[in-house]
């Protein structure tokens, strides 16, 4: 799942989400903190031209939102609106597991070659149930027929089954919300809240949000207005914690491995059961140190009880702000804002959740003489990190709209102004042993020693002291002007400048007077005289250009070293250099231009905007090689260029239109492609570059985000293995295959759509209003998961295509699924992996929505206005696809967000 973008992305290490302005200050906080019943407006800034204002923060577009205001009529208005939500189960099968049929098939294959022989000597060994039965029937400690019905048993278990059963729920929420608004001529009022409960599809997880917003707007005199605003969130999330994460997929075994399908997580009374599938063999536990270490068993209900992570986040924002008129023209506006967002997470281990009492037998020590002590005390594990951020915003500008000429032909606005920010983040944290959740006691521990690990078996290592500590502070100064000219209501020119400063930036930058710009021109055809076109009676033309800015905070112009804790050999702390100084630091530079055109028939019949645009990112923050004689062969700095084209259009006509019956369409196209233009650093490896293209993958001249595949050609005959082209002949020597140049493998193309959009369809009868949203994607690729013997045998990872694998000669003309080889073979599983064959296009098409409204207004008593609606989201229905394979290419291997159904009442008095 790609985060929120406007027109693709011109940065590497920056983050690629647009600056979200809240009520002309920038938002420090998490979005999802927002009710959106608070707001009034939101409009998306995209081109030079109208982000200009925000100089180096609107390097990726901005968000405006803007906040409900009270009424000046003298009326009081009172809007409510309930919406419950039902959220379905998971759809667990989604995910192309092999079934346990097949998956016992595997292990069976590998028993036989003698694969789990080592791990069937090695006590402290976890093993699948099929692997212990296998060597009880050789051992002849069962019979076959006890093998064969037991076998019969596993394969008809699928622990996907137990999992929507006991684990996961339909999740259900609730949202409340209330605005009061009123107000007269001399003072306007507005005062919200809001409250969401969430009870989560995974029954440990849960979510809770109150809201609350007052504003107030005065005007003492017909000069002078004051307005003082504020808002608090306060957000709860409650899970297990990832120490205990019972979700599908979380469960893993020893060495990082998955878990086998046909395990059962309760017995036949539908209890939980201890599963010794957990990292170390039941057994093992129960007798090493002669029985006196803690059971350690990983059981699910214990998991609910005895483990707790809650995530708690407050916001208060404050406002104050005036504005003075000196004339009709020209007034002066002062504005402040304080922001505080605290972060609050703290995650209970109980003594009898398994994190727990495996991290206790870890470090404990024995010996025949002295017994058994524990280095960590007996009791809970609680971790607590604590967040807070401050930020002050003041801005202080003058504005100015005036008309000017004979019979006022001409009209000039425009701002000036500045504003200082002062940003500060804290992040700490630390970890109590021996917790105590009644008491709240806690026992110290030593954290700077060594310790064998369960008797040097497990190897050794320092106790984890859970301490973080983070501090850093921005500190921007800008200045910055807009100005706009009209004439005649039909031209527009247009210009603005912002220079920002920032003790991010190195002193070379900030000594430098290279401000950020935009002019753009506009044309209403239209009121033309000349202009006769009877059915397009709006037409005007846009045309914008200039820079915008993007400061990676991740980053600054300072040497900065990072502190790594304390070395396991010395028992000193040590550190290490995150980036060498760099006095040249700055911001990103981000060239936008942009042409566009905005129409509407007559009675509005079709109407939209198009917009054509290019973005080149230029001073890109990325990692460039270096003289390694300096200290580092490589550091980061303004070296790269990133470009971003494409168009935008948004279309919307009204099909029929009678009096108790119309059709509108609402169609949303859009067109970007990001690629590579300037970038100085190579991976040493191709292999760096097999990815799936969901984080950037620059290569001069390609999509940033990019798919590279080996060349695949088909399977041996012979034996089923895959085969590839090393300089143009097929070949089976892997080695070379995975070690060739980049230029060649194969460029496969984008792995974000170079196309998507919407379309969607509103009908209207009487009272009714019926909508559905269709949602496509084209020109993309994605690498899906294939079969691989090597993770299957280390990592109990299966795949369906097993079922299609090549078993015989003459396979290779229906599968491209190379057979399950034995010996395992890393270098070909790399290749194959890795290889075009994997590689599919994502285009599709599906039904994203529906939604159905009924008008309520008039017929319920003393109600100004009602509607109630049900709707239904994430619907996921595939009408249409490229790839043959069950994949929808939003999600690849991930399992999908499930539908979604709301039932809803507005309401307004």
């Known amino acids: 799942m790609q985060q929120m973008r406007?027109?693709?992305r011109t940065t590497f290490y920056g983050k690629a989400s647009p600056l979200?302005?809240?009520?002309?200050?920038?938002?420090?906080?998490?979005?999802?903190?927002?009710?959106?019943?608070?707001?009034?407006?939101?409009?998306?800034?995209?081109?030079?031209?109208?982000?200009?204002?925000?100089g180096s923060m609107a390097g990726n577009g901005v968000i405006v939102l803007t906040t409900k205001k009270g009424a000046t009529n003298g009326t009081t208005k009172v809007d409510a609106n309930i919406n419950l939500q039902?959220?379905?189960?998971?759809?667990?099968?989604?995910?192309?597991?092999?079934?346990?049929?097949?998956?016992?098939?595997?292990?069976?294959?590998?028993?036989?070659?003698?694969?789990?022989?080592?791990?069937?000597?090695?006590p402290e060994r976890t093993l699948s149930s099929i692997v212990q039965l296998r060597d009880q029937l050789k051992r002849n400690i069962i019979d076959q027929d006890t093998y064969?019905?037991?076998?019969?048993?596993?394969?008809?278990?699928?622990?996907?089954?137990?999992?929507?059963?006991?684990?996961?729920?339909?999740g259900f929420n609730q949202q409340y919300n209330v605005n009061f608004s009123g107000g007269n001529r001399l003072m306007d009022f507005v005062a919200s809240g809001g409250y969401n409960k969430s009870l989560n599809s995974l029954k440990s997880s849960s979510n809770d949000r109150y809201n609350v917003r007052a504003a107030i707007n005065a005007r003492p005199t017909d000069r002078l207005q004051l307005n003082l605003s504020t808002v608090m969130s306060r957000s709860s999330a409650r899970n297990l914690g990832s120490e205990s994460s019972i979700a599908y997929g979380a469960l893993y075994s020893g060495d990082g491995r998955s878990n086998y399908p046909y395990i059962s997580l309760v017995d036949d009374g539908g209890n939980f059961r201890d599963l010794e599938t957990v990292t170390f063999k039941g057994s093992f536990i129960d007798t090493?140190?002669?029985?006196?270490?803690?059971?350690?068993?990983?059981?699910?209900?214990?998991?609910?009880?005895?483990?707790?992570?809650?995530?708690?986040?407050?916001?208060?924002?404050?406002?104050?702000?005036?504005?003075?008129?000196?004339?009709?023209?020209?007034?002066?506006?002062?504005?402040y804002q304080y922001q505080e967002s605290t972060n609050k997470v703290t995650n209970w281990q109980g003594l009898q959740s398994y994190f727990t009492q495996n991290y206790i037998n870890l470090f404990s020590q024995y010996s025949p003489a002295a017994g058994l002590k524990h280095i960590i005390p007996i009791g809970d594990i609680y971790t607590m990190q604590d967040g807070r951020v401050h930020a002050n915003n003041l801005r202080v500008n003058a504005q100015l709209d005036r008309p000017f000429g004979k019979g006022d032909l001409f009209r000039i606005s425009g701002i000036l102004g500045a504003e200082l920010k002062d940003l500060q983040n804290r992040i700490d944290g630390s970890r109590l042993y021996g917790y105590d959740r009644k008491t709240l006691n806690y026992q110290p521990v030593d954290f700077l020693s060594t310790f064998p690990l369960l008797g040097g078996l497990a190897g050794s290592g320092v106790i984890p002291n859970g301490i973080m500590l983070e501090e850093y502070r921005q500190r921007f100064l800008s200045v910055f002007s807009n100005a706009s000219l009209t004439y005649k209501n039909r031209y527009v020119l247009s210009a603005s400048a912002r220079q920002d400063a920032s003790n991010l930036f190195g002193v070379s930058t900030n000594d430098k007077w290279q401000p950020l710009w935009s002019s753009g021109l506009s044309w209403d055809i239209s009121q033309e005289p000349f202009y006769k076109i009877s059915f397009l009676p709006y037409l005007k033309l846009r045309m914008t250009y200039g820079y915008n800015g993007k400061a990676v905070n991740d980053y600054s112009a300072y040497p900065t070293m990072e502190y790594g804790g304390t070395n396991s050999i010395t028992g000193l702390p040590f550190g290490y250099m995150v980036n060498p100084p760099n006095p040249t630091y700055r911001a990103e530079r981000v060239g936008i231009l942009n042409f566009g055109i905005d129409f509407a028939s007559r009675n509005q019949r079709i109407s939209g905007g198009i917009d054509l645009y290019h973005k080149e990112g230029k001073d890109i923050v990325a990692r460039a090689n270096v003289d390694p004689t300096v200290g580092f062969d490589n550091q980061v700095l303004n070296v790269a260029s990133f470009v971003s084209r494409g168009l935008e259009a948004s279309i919307r006509s009204v099909n029929i239109k009678t009096r108790g019956f119309q059709w509108s369409t609402d169609w949303i196209i859009n067109f970007n492609r990001n690629f590579t233009k300037k970038y100085n650093y190579r991976a040493t490896s191709v292999s760096s570059y097999m990815d799936n293209g969901i984080v950037p993958n620059p290569i001069v001249g390609n999509d940033l985000y990019a798919i590279y595949a080996y060349r695949f050609a088909g399977l041996d005959p012979e034996t089923g293995a895959p085969q590839g082209y090393l300089n143009g002949e097929v070949s089976k020597d892997y080695s070379k295959l995975t070690s060739v140049s980049i230029e060649d493998v194969r460029f496969m193309g984008s792995a974000i759509p170079l196309y998507n959009g919407f379309l969607r369809n509103t009908v209207q009868i009487a009272d009714f209003k019926l909508s559905f949203t269709l949602q496509y994607k084209f020109k993309f690729f994605f690498r899906r998961t294939g079969m691989s013997a090597l993770a299957f045998a280390n990592y109990w990872i299966s795949n369906e295509d097993y079922d299609r694998r090549w078993q015989k000669p003459g396979d290779e003309r229906t599968t491209d699924v190379p057979a399950f080889i034995y010996p395992l073979n890393l270098a070909m599983e790399n290749f194959y992996k890795a290889s075009d064959a994997l590689v599919e296009r994502g285009d599709a098409v599906k039904l994203k929505d529906i939604n159905l409204e009924y008008n309520l207004k008039g017929k319920i008593p003393g109600v100004r206005q009602a509607s109630l609606f049900l709707n239904a989201d994430n619907i996921g229905l595939m009408l249409w696809k490229k790839t043959k394979y069950r994949i929808d290419s939003d999600y690849g291997t991930a399992i999908p967000l499930p539908a979604i159904y709301t039932l809803g009442l507005n309401i307004s008095l």
């Open 6 to 8: 406007l027109r693709g």
């Open 20 to 54: 979200i302005v809240l009520d002309n200050f920038p938002y420090e906080g998490d979005i999802m903190n927002i009710n959106p019943n608070d707001i009034e407006v939101s409009r998306s800034l995209k081109d030079a031209a109208a982000a200009s204002i925000w």
């Open 86 to 122: 039902m959220t379905e189960k998971p759809d667990l099968f989604y995910r192309p597991d092999a079934s346990s049929r097949s998956f016992i098939e595997m292990e069976e294959f590998l028993f036989d070659k003698g694969f789990y022989d080592w791990q069937l000597n090695a």
């Open 148 to 170: 064969d019905s037991q076998k019969v048993v596993f394969s008809a278990q699928d622990v996907r089954k137990d999992y929507l059963k006991y684990i996961y729920r339909k």
């Open 288 to 335: 090493l140190f002669n029985g006196q270490l803690l059971p350690a068993k990983y059981n699910l209900g214990n998991e609910l009880q005895s483990s707790e992570n809650v995530n708690t986040t407050t916001d208060i924002l404050l406002n104050l702000g005036g504005q003075f008129k000196i004339n009709e023209y020209l007034q002066l506006m002062l504005n």
